[in-house]
């Protein structure tokens, strides 16, 4: 009977919250509105952050567990301001294909894809793109990078050593320099020279390569002797051999590099490796920055809400003084009362759960749509918003719903 009770108590405090929304259109409005803003934020921002996740893991998953990375910079947040003194990795000379042929002798490491990139423009009958990314590889880069041929090939062996003009090119170029239509063995300027286009690669897109831009993959020897791109920036992909232990190769990598670099036993290393776990945990404080504002957003949305349902429970016992007298005369206890308006006030906020849910919920399919960011709500988030607008339809009901259930009857009846 008690449960029966309770269960009446909470569905008659959801229609007399409806009916006071419809009511006080205005009132309810704003209060719904505040909830709903701090809602939407925590959905859209959360559903974003989620696809971002995503993304970022199946690009570090593209090169492999075990594969790490060889640099001449930190894979780290510094203040670094370009002056020699907060960069004194600057000064460390850059990495060189010969190092990279000596670490790809370690008998545990399967391969070494060394990069360079740059820009050049590219054109095309009477088309032109005037600065698309380039980037040089070594053979076997697709391992290391991921994506796919789609048309075409790979640049061959042969073709890397003689540093042959040939060039593949994303699907923006092809969108864009030959208008959608088949651009393999198609002559081009590249660099202000003429080169080949052999294939039509897509890479894995992500927040931070969302595929926008032109972008063109040459064999790293012609980056170097054609475009003249330097390798001041050259960095390197290891990758170990299956059932290799990667602590172990990174140790005979770092050995290695440290020999060829002619390092004393007492001098630092001139170059970092960077791992996938390491990136992941530098991803990781960026990423926090954006739940901090999440956080904040989200905080001040649900406190103009709150403000909100205070002040439309405090109209509501105010214009409802009469009625509380009569039940209270009929026998309803401090309790009831009590837990009849912090229905009405979770009903509220809950509202404004639900409408900041569906307006984010629609954005987030917008962001998937629209963008790399494979944008999707988890569940727990939803759980976590009908939560905490609920929470605060309690923390912020629990004034007039004190005020409520501690009128006297007889004054309360004698309320004009």
Known sequence: MKLGSRLYNLFEGVLIALDAIRSNKVRAGLTILGIA???????VMSAAVHGINAGVSKSMAAAGPTTFFITKWPAEI???????DSCPWRRNPPLTLAQAQEIERISAVKGVTAHIGSSAAIKYAERELPSIQ??????????????DIIDGRDFTQLEYETAAPVLLIN?????KLFLGEGAVGKPVRFGGQYFVVIGVFRP??????????????????????????GVRWMDLTVKPRDGADRDRVMDDVIATLRSSRHLRPSEANDFFISTPEKLMELYDRIVGVFFLVMIVLSAIGLLVGGVGVVAIMMISVTERTREIGVRKALGATRGTILWQFL???????????VAGLIVG??????????????????????V????????AGIVFGMLPALRASRLDPVEALRYE
Do not use: H, Y
């Open 134 to 147: 380039v980037d040089g590889f070594t053979p076997g880069w697709i391992d290391a990078q991921g994506g």
């Open 384 to 391: 976590a918003a009908l939560a905490a607008s609920a929470f």
């Open 171 to 175: 699907e923006k170029v092809v969108e």
């Open 361 to 382: 919920g629609l954005l987030t399919l917008v962001i998937r749509n629209a963008t790399p960011i494979e944008a999707s709500t988890p569940p727990t988030a939803i």
């Open 204 to 229: 894995i897109a992500n927040v931070f390569d969302s595929n926008d831009r032109g972008k063109a993959i040459v064999p790293f020897t012609t980056a170097q002797r054609k475009l003249n791109v």
């Open 343 to 353: 229905v009405e006030a979770s009903t509220l906020t809950l509202v404004g759960a």
């Open 37 to 43: 803003v701090g809602v939407f934020v925590v959905t």
């Open 78 to 84: 510094n203040s670094c301001n370009g002056s020699a």
